[in-house]
């Protein structure tokens, strides 16, 4: 294990040596194991690097997690993938890391950007799952015309007023559940508002309350 954790710190260089000759980062062109051990060093010795990391929370017996390890597989050596890094954590065997992220099931899927960790929902084909880390890179809030624009969409969230730096916490810690938007030119006071089909706008103004409100 220590020989483990030798080669994950010394993965930087080798991805800065990569960079230099237009080569794939070593992170992208492998499943990387990740333990309690190495786990943090190697999300922050990747940042330069990686945009997205996939976190595969695993137990050996589980036949769900063996039928996803080649889809992982399919992902890590696909030469086009410059964009998600594929990580797997044994969680029978590094329990405080499966605990840290309230691990319940197997596989549990978590992605990591810009600091930030999502559970994954929806599908774990391989085009499921880059189909989802494509989308936690675009943009969190959508311009629109008035609170009420999001035609059939069940459920939505729309700034009114400049959403501020909280407000693009919350859009981008939500951002995979519902649409966020934003009223273009809007004047009116900060307040997030809450849009379900057929319902009328349910609003909340204060910033301290947008995280619980959505």
Sequence with gaps: EN???FIYLFLPFLAFLAVVSGERSPFFSQVNVLT???FDAVLKNSEDDVPIWLLDFYAPWCGHCKRLAPVLESIAADKENELIAIGTID???HKSL???YKVRGFPTIYWRYNGEDFVHKGSRSKEGL???GKRLTEDAIIDVEEIAHFGDDP???VFDGAEGEVGGKVANKYKMD???GRVKGSSA???LCKVERGEDPVCEDSEEKWDDFV
Aim: charged share 25%.
């Design 3 to 5: 020989f483990q954790m």
């Design 36 to 38: 309690s051990r190495n």
């Design 91 to 93: 969680a029978t065997a």
């Design 98 to 100: 499966a605990d840290k």
């Design 130 to 132: 880059m189909s989802y």
């Design 155 to 157: 459920v939505a969230y």
């Design 178 to 180: 519902a649409k966020i």
């Design 189 to 191: 006071a900060k307040k």
